[in-house]
């Protein structure tokens, strides 16, 4: 592989801000980072884009309380988002217009076989994340109006994209590719690509911190349980299997998706129940997994309804955590041999009874969770197993725009220490 330059850095030397932009469809969320110390100078979001109910929410965090500011009306579309957006950066004395601004990073969902790594955005590599549509419908586009929106308003920051793909590209091809026809799959660029990579590397790595060794040294199984959720091994700081597969519906149980079923379901609800194939897409992605079991998605009130002795909500936990169980049993298999389980995300840093629950009964795996050290609540990096366990178990609370900041940074910074150019990501594949 080869990488091409073509966009000469254009940061100035003293800039050392970084603007984060995760670009939904309805939604933006950013944050403005200062790279000198890695400290966050804002945060924020807008939501419900496009609505009459549109809300930004923004926080400065430079003074010492930080007291969040609300804006509510119609925010027309991503561009004007962005604007607002930046109007409060100003307000609080950290305008987009500012020398100090490095470079833009952008979450970008489906970066496909060639993005390994993250990439200086040109009209070539947009052209590219353009052409991965097909497989990542919802995604996609929405991470593509951003990037535009961005590239308006600074036409002269490198915009960086950083994928949620790239982390897992090092998976063999016996774990990525499907058992099926292999020129079907080829033709349609049907492979288990995987998700979340962003909070897989960073949650791996400090896992390793956490362990005291470096990356390189350890195998670590990641249950990355937020509303969606999704697990992965890791071996020697490199990905070789995770749950998430074309699409982010494959694996564990989530909030609203099934996760694994078996394929011909589908072509019986399509043949007998009669449904389209996007009233099937819409039960899977947005109807399924706890909601569907249980009909709420949000773990803490399925816990709740669990003490009130609900069964539906019981029936919906345990099928979760069966799934979990699966997952860490076949990772152990897959790794041969495990130094941690780490949980993160939402469910993962803040749920023990999801823990307790998937962890209970692997004793024949080393992985024992101590009760006390469980229920201790923190926002940092914590071990929660006995210091006897064979394994680790811990918790890792996840931070994806600061491994997109870092990413972005590192990025610009060593093209600017070569004092010339920046690379744009793999030529071939
Ligand atoms: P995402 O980024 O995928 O939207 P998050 O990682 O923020 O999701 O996780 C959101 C989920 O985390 C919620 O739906 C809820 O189930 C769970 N969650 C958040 N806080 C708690 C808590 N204190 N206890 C249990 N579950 C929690």
Same mark, same amino acid.
């Given at each position: 592989m080869t990488t091409t330059p073509t966009k000469k850095g254009s940061a100035a030397v003293q800039a050392r801000r970084v603007l984060v932009l995760n670009s939904g469809s309805s939604s933006v969320k950013y944050q403005l980072l200062d790279m000198n110390d890695r400290s966050r100078l804002a945060i924020g979001l807008v939501e419900r884009i496009g609505e009459t109910t549109s809300r930004l929410l923004h926080t400065p965090l430079t003074g010492g309380d930080a007291e969040t500011r609300e804006r509510? *009306?119609?925010?027309?579309?991503?561009?004007?988002?962005?604007?607002?957006?930046?109007?409060?950066?100003?307000?609080?004395?950290?305008? =987009?217009?500012?020398?100090e601004l490095a470079a833009i990073g952008h979450r970008v969902v489906h970066g496909g076989l060639r993005f390994t790594e993250p990439t200086v955005v040109t009209d070539e590599v947009l052209k590219e994340i353009e052409r991965l549509v097909p497989v990542a419908p919802l995604h996609n586009p929405a991470n593509i109006t951003g990037i535009r929106t961005a590239q308006a308003m600074r036409p002269d920051l490198p915009q960086v994209a950083v994928f949620d793909t790239a982390f897992h590209t090092t998976m063999p091809e016996y774990a990525a590719r499907y058992a099926i026809d292999v020129e079907t799959a080829d033709a349609h660029r049907i492979r288990r690509y995987g998700f979340h990579g962003t909070s897989h590397a960073y949650v791996s790595r400090k896992a390793a911190e =956490? =362990?005291?060794?470096?990356?390189?040294?350890? $195998?670590?199984?990641?249950?990355?349980?937020? $509303?969606?959720?999704?697990?992965?091994?890791?071996?020697?700081?490199?990905?070789?299997?995770?749950?998430?597969?074309?699409?982010?519906?494959? *694996?564990?149980?989530? *909030?609203?998706?099934?996760?694994?079923i078996d394929p011909a379901v589908t072509f019986h609800l399509k043949r007998v129940a009669g449904m389209s194939t996007d009233e099937i897409d819409v039960l899977l992605n947005n109807k399924s997994g706890l909601v569907g079991l249980c009909g709420d998605n949000d773990m803490r009130e399925i816990r709740r309804r669990i003490d009130e002795g609900d069964e539906r909500a019981a029936l919906a936990f345990d099928i979760y955590?069966?799934?979990?169980?699966?997952?860490?049993?076949?990772?152990?298999?897959?790794?041969?041999?495990?130094?941690?389980?780490?949980?993160?995300?939402?469910?993962?840093?803040?749920?023990?009874?999801?823990?307790?629950?998937?962890?209970?009964?692997?004793?024949?795996?080393?992985?024992v969770v101590d009760a006390g050290l469980n229920v201790v609540r923190s926002g940092e990096p914590r071990l929660i197993s006995p210091n006897y366990a064979r394994v680790a178990v811990a918790v890792v609370p996840t931070d994806e725009e600061l491994e997109i900041a870092d990413q972005t940074f590192a990025l610009v910074g060593r093209a600017e220490s070569d004092g010339q150019e920046m690379p744009v990501g793999q030529v071939d594949n």
């Open positions: 509510t *009306g119609r925010i027309a579309d991503h561009a004007a988002a962005l604007k607002a957006a930046a109007e409060e950066l100003a307000a609080d004395g950290l305008g =987009l217009d500012s020398p =956490l =362990l005291g060794r470096a990356p390189e040294e350890v $195998n670590v199984i990641v249950l990355h349980l937020g $509303n969606g959720a999704s697990a992965s091994a890791v071996a020697g700081g490199r990905c070789v299997e995770t749950s998430m597969g074309l699409t982010p519906l494959e *694996g564990l149980v989530m *909030g609203t998706r099934s996760g694994d955590v069966h799934r979990l169980k699966k997952y860490i049993g076949a990772y152990s298999a897959v790794l041969g041999r495990v130094d941690a389980v780490v949980f993160t995300a939402g469910v993962g840093e803040n749920s023990a009874p999801v823990r307790e629950a998937a962890i209970a009964g692997l004793e024949e795996l080393g992985l």
